[in-house]
């Protein structure tokens, strides 16, 4: 062999080559991404609807609050980034926003089912996941009408093949979780009505799929028993506390919904035989960080960056940007640790950027996923 086939960047074009011919795919080039989901992916749905996100939520990257609960950018600002697009504008935020490549549609404290609360009562959106599949429709409807028409509104919707081309991101089921406990429901009642939950999440799915939607990105929900408000509001026993710290009944509920929905993507792969449908295990991903965070440069995973006492750095009603008045002065009590960019934890519920960024390399390969492939393959049916 001649010495320059030797040189590594033959051999590498040569690998990726191979594996490109051995597979046979080829990346999908996704024109837009629409979003469904909860506070995870949320890039100004609640802000717009009931009160921007406070300061200092933002400050790492948008140097402003900029509708997200975190420091900085969150996994799906990460996604639209690593498929060559904007970041996504909220579908509520009638403000300056950009929609030809997309829209969010998810808000902040959604759940999958509608609520029988408020959200002053319980926090959780009004915007439940077949809400949000109601906007999506007629987000659909308007941005064809006004496609046809032309004019200044129809450079700021998608092109109606981006409908079929796009990739549909999903991250949501942690609340639905959280609120039967809320209403002081046993874990066993809470698994009962889970099935009842996944159901609910298939119609959405089905729903874009009647509309012509082909590639569909699905996280599964992540270890809630690890996170600052969980461990803070609901009592567990020593012994349900893991050698991390996490309380591991709220886990096994989380892995018990994953099993579950995983159970309903092969269901939804079977009756759409068009779509391609990626499950993400960023439980996994999730729970690696959390318990190997020295290990990966972070700190203090347990802990929030921003928020106001307590064991892990979180008070419910003084959270992060929170703000008293002292002599007729606002000062924030809540406010960030000298550097989110080592921490695991935000605000007690959510992640930093840094965490968000490093959760993001994870998944991008598809390493996690099933089937394994790359974002940007995602358009590719494997069959089973
Ligand atoms: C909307 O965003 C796209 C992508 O960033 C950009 O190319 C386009 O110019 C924007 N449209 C308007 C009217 O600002
Ligand atoms: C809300 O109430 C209705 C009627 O009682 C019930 O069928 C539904 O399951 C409740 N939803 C939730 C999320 O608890
Ligand atoms: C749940 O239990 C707590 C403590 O017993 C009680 O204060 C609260 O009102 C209960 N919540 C609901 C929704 O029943
Ligand atoms: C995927 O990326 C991660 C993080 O960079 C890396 O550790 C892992 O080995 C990669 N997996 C594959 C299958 O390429």
Same mark, same amino acid.
């Given at each position: 062999m001649?010495?320059?086939y030797?040189?590594p960047?033959?051999?590498i074009?040569?690998?990726i080559?191979v594996?490109?011919t ?6 999908? +080039? /996704?024109?837009a991404? @629409?979003?469904?989901? #909860?506070? +995870? ?14 300061s ?5 990257y948008?140097?402003?609050p ?7 950018r ?7 980034e690593?498929l ?5 504008n909220?579908?509520l935020d ?5 929609f ?8 902040a ?5 509608p609520?029988?609360?408020t959200?002053s $009562?319980?926090g959780? &959106?009004?915007i439940?996941l ?7 429709? #007629?987000?659909?409807r308007?941005?064809? =009408?006004?496609?046809r028409?032309?004019?200044? /509104? ?7 093949d981006? @409908?079929?081309?796009?990739? %549909? ?5 942690q609340?639905d979780?959280? &609120?039967g406990?809320?209403? +002081?429901?046993?874990?066993? $009642?809470?698994?009962?009505?889970i099935? #009842?939950?996944?159901?609910?999440f298939?119609?959405a799915i089905?729903?874009?799929? &009647? $509309?012509?939607g ?7 929900t992540?270890?809630?028993?690890c996170?600052?408000?969980?461990l803070?509001r609901? =009592?567990?026993?020593?012994a ?5 710290g ?9 892995? /018990?919904f994953n099993?579950?929905?995983k159970?309903?993507?092969i ?11 990626t499950?993400?295990?960023? %439980? &996994?991903i999730k729970?690696?960080?959390?318990t $190997?965070?020295? !290990?990966?440069?972070f ?8 928020g106001?006492?307590?064991? %892990? +750095?979180?008070?419910?009603?003084r ?7 002292v002599?007729?002065k606002?000062?924030v ?12 934890n935000?605000?007690?519920?959510h992640?930093?950027e840094a965490?968000n !960024?490093w959760?993001f390399n994870q998944?991008?390969?598809?390493s996690f996923s ?8 995602a358009c590719?049916?494997? #069959?089973?």
């Amino acid at each position: 062999m001649e010495p320059r086939y030797c040189k590594p960047v033959i051999i590498i074009t040569l690998l990726i080559s191979v594996a490109t011919t051995t597979t046979g795919l080829k990346a999908c +080039n /996704f024109p837009a991404i @629409f979003n469904f989901g #909860d506070s +995870n992916s949320d890039t100004g749905g609640l802000s717009a609807a009931f009160g921007q996100a406070p300061s200092p939520n933002g400050e790492t990257y948008f140097h402003t609050p900029a509708g997200r609960f975190s420091d900085g950018r969150l996994v799906i600002d990460f996604i639209a980034e690593g498929l060559g697009l904007p970041h996504l504008n909220a579908f509520l935020d009638s403000v300056g926003s950009n929609f030809s490549h997309g829209a969010n549609f998810a808000t902040a404290g959604s759940t999958i089912r509608p609520q029988n609360t408020t959200i002053s $009562q319980s926090g959780y &959106s009004p915007i439940s996941l077949d809400v949000q599949s109601v906007q999506y429709s #007629d987000f659909h409807r308007r941005s064809s =009408l006004l496609s046809r028409q032309g004019g200044v /509104f129809a450079e700021l919707v998608p092109k109606e093949d981006y @409908f079929t081309q796009a990739l %549909y991101t999903f991250d949501i089921g942690q609340n639905d979780i959280t &609120s039967g406990y809320k209403l +002081n429901m046993t874990t066993d $009642q809470v698994k009962a009505y889970i099935p #009842d939950v996944l159901h609910q999440f298939s119609i959405a799915i089905k729903n874009v799929y &009647s $509309q012509g939607g082909r590639s569909f990105w699905i996280h599964n929900t992540a270890p809630l028993g690890c996170l600052p408000y969980i461990l803070d509001r609901f =009592l567990v026993t020593a012994a349900q506390i893991d050698k991390y710290g996490c309380a591991t009944p709220f886990n096994q509920v989380a892995q /018990f919904f994953n099993t579950k929905l995983k159970e309903t993507v092969i269901q939804l792969r079977k009756g759409l035989p068009l779509a391609a449908i990626t499950y993400v295990d960023v %439980y &996994s991903i999730k729970y690696i960080l959390i318990t $190997q965070a020295q !290990k990966l440069g972070f700190e203090k995973p347990l802990i929030a960056c921003c928020g106001h006492g307590g064991k %892990y +750095n979180y008070n419910g009603h003084r959270k992060c940007g929170s703000k008293i008045t002292v002599n007729g002065k606002e000062i924030v009590i809540a406010n960030s640790c000298k550097n989110p960019s080592v921490r695991v934890n935000w605000d007690g519920v959510h992640y930093t950027e840094a965490a968000n !960024k490093w959760l993001f390399n994870q998944l991008v390969n598809g390493s996690f996923s099933d089937p394994p492939l790359p974002l940007r393959m995602a358009c590719q049916r494997m #069959d089973h």
